[in-house]
């Protein structure tokens, strides 16, 4: 069964940073793309960055230049480091990744459990 588990949200005051991560657990044979979404009260689920497996990035126009997403392909590992931060970042923020298991035949997309990030102005 494969987990994805999410860390480093919490409470920062505008202009901070954080840094959050996520690791997946299970019996994983390939990725293809990971990324972070997140989602604000009374507001849809939105696309913050993705990053395929040969290093190509994406970013929501409102955190270009002050997120960054990186992945270790090694340890299947993604993150999000968070500079600049302003209260309307304030969501909880969902990895995902598209994967396939050694037991499928077709990639999946897979959600962590999300994490809390608070901005305060």
């Known amino acids: 069964q494969v987990q994805l588990v999410e860390s480093g949200g919490g409470l920062v005051q505008a202009g901070g940073s954080l840094r959050l991560s996520c690791v997946p657990s299970g019996s994983i044979s390939r990725i293809v793309t990971m990324g972070w979404y997140r989602q604000a009260p009374g507001k849809q689920r939105e696309l913050v960055a993705d990053?395929?497996?040969?290093?190509?990035?994406n970013y929501e126009d409102s955190v270009k230049g002050r997120f960054t997403i990186s992945r270790d392909n090694a340890k299947n590992t993604v993150s999000l480091q968070m500079n600049s931060l302003k209260p309307e970042d304030t969501a909880v923020y969902y990895c995902?990744?598209?994967?396939?298991?050694?037991?499928?035949?077709?990639?999946?997309?897979?959600w962590g459990q999300g994490t809390q990030v608070t901005v305060s102005s």
């Open positions: 995902n990744a598209d994967l396939r298991t050694f037991t499928m035949m077709n990639t999946r997309r897979y």
């Open positions: 990053i395929t497996n040969d290093g190509s990035t």
